[in-house]
C-alpha cells in the first residue's frame, strides 16, 4: 500500500479513538493526547496499534517502536511512516 497523508491516516485511527472512547469527533485533532486524556487505555491503544497495521498494510518493529512517541494521530503517524519506509 503506498504512504497516506497525515489526514486520511488521522481520520482512520480518530475515528477509532471516537468510537472507542464515546469522544465527539468534531473535538479529536491530529495532536490530541487519547491516552492522557483518558480516551484510550492500554488495551485500546493496543488494538488501535493494531488497527493501523491491519488497514495501512504496515507491521511496526517491537524493538523500534515506541509506544511513547505514538500517543497522538500525528505521532503514531510518524511511526507509521518509519515502518512504510522500512518495507519499501
Known amino acids: 500500500m503506498s504512504e497516506v497523508s497525515l489526514e486520511e491516516f ?3 485511527v480518530l475515528t477509532f479513538v471516537a ?3 464515546g469522544a465527539d469527533m468534531a ?3 491530529s495532536d490530541s493526547e487519547y491516552i492522557a486524556n483518558g480516551l484510550l487505555d ?3 491503544t493496543m488494538d488501535l496499534f493494531l488497527l493501523v497495521e491491519e488497514h495501512f498494510g504496515v507491521k511496526f518493529r ?3 517502536f ?3 512517541q505514538a500517543t497522538t494521530a500525528r505521532r ?3 511511526q507509521y511512516v ?3 519506509h522500512r518495507l519499501n
Open 10 to 12: 488521522a481520520r482512520v
Open 19 to 21: 468510537k472507542r472512547s
Open 27 to 29: 473535538t479529536l485533532h
Open 42 to 44: 492500554s488495551l485500546g
Open 62 to 64: 517491537l524493538e523500534a
Open 66 to 68: 515506541d509506544v511513547q
Open 76 to 78: 503514531l503517524y510518524a
Open 82 to 84: 518509519n515502518a512504510h
